[in-house]
């Protein structure tokens, strides 16, 4: 376990992947199926192929059993349903790489780093290959592989028990504010994230990037 620091301040970090480290959107794919549709688009991830029914991935259930029920509802729309698995790598535009030379950076200096994503049991390892720098972590949490998934808190207490990390000492970071009060809630620190700037001005309030000095605690 990271020992404890005096200030509070952070000690280890916690990544999530997608919207983060890698800029994952469906619309990068649907865009090209529904040729520039956007209001079509829209209607269908908001219909058919919603987060809610992606969720069910997230906890490991295989495309090939939320699939076939979806198309035989939507059956007009089978191709594009079934496109969300077979063609699940073109979600992704690339890395964010302000927040990858962050990550570099952070292990250059030796703070502790893990990942805690929400992504299904058949992507993590193309994107794992795809992606070198996911295998940069001290540690890896994949919610298919758990059957936990965020927001849900056993995820993170997983994540906190499995790594021996000081919840009141590990920074979470996430694009998605329920997940971020739900890390919150089983009392690690998060933030919001919004963009590597940002992110960078946060580590470096922390004294845990560039060598700037965190303000001195309170007395």
């Known amino acids: 376990m990271t020992a404890p620091d005096a200030t509070g301040r952070a000690r280890a ?3 999530d992947l997608g919207g983060v480290l890698l800029d994952w959107n469906p619309r990068y794919l649907y865009r090209q199926l529904f040729d520039g549709d956007e209001a079509a688009m829209e209607r269908f991830l908001a219909e058919v192929c919603t987060m809610e029914w992606h969720h069910a991935h997230d906890l490991g259930t295989p495309p090939e059993r939320t699939s076939p029920p979806l198309a035989e509802a939507h059956p007009e729309q089978a191709e594009l349903i079934w496109a969300w698995s077979r063609r699940s790598e073109e979600m992704i535009a690339g890395p964010i790489d302000g927040t990858v030379a962050i990550l570099s950076e952070l292990r250059t200096t ?51 028990d499995r790594f021996d990390l000081d919840r009141a000492q590990t920074l979470f970071v996430d694009d998605s504010p329920v997940n971020v009060e739900a890390a919150r809630s089983v009392g690690m620190q998060a933030i919001e994230f919004d963009s590597p700037d940002q992110l960078r001005r946060v580590l470096q309030d922390a004294g845990l990037l560039d060598g700037v000095s965190p303000p001195a605690p309170s007395p």
């Open 110 to 160: 030796g703070v502790p780093c893990y990942a805690l994503t929400n992504m299904e049991r058949e992507t993590y390892p193309l994107r794992r290959e795809r992606f070198p720098f996911l295998g940069w972590f001290d540690g890896t949490v994949v919610s298919a592989f758990e059957g936990l998934a965020k927001p849900d808190p056993a995820i993170f207490e997983l994540l906190l």
């Open 13 to 15: 970090i916690v990544f």
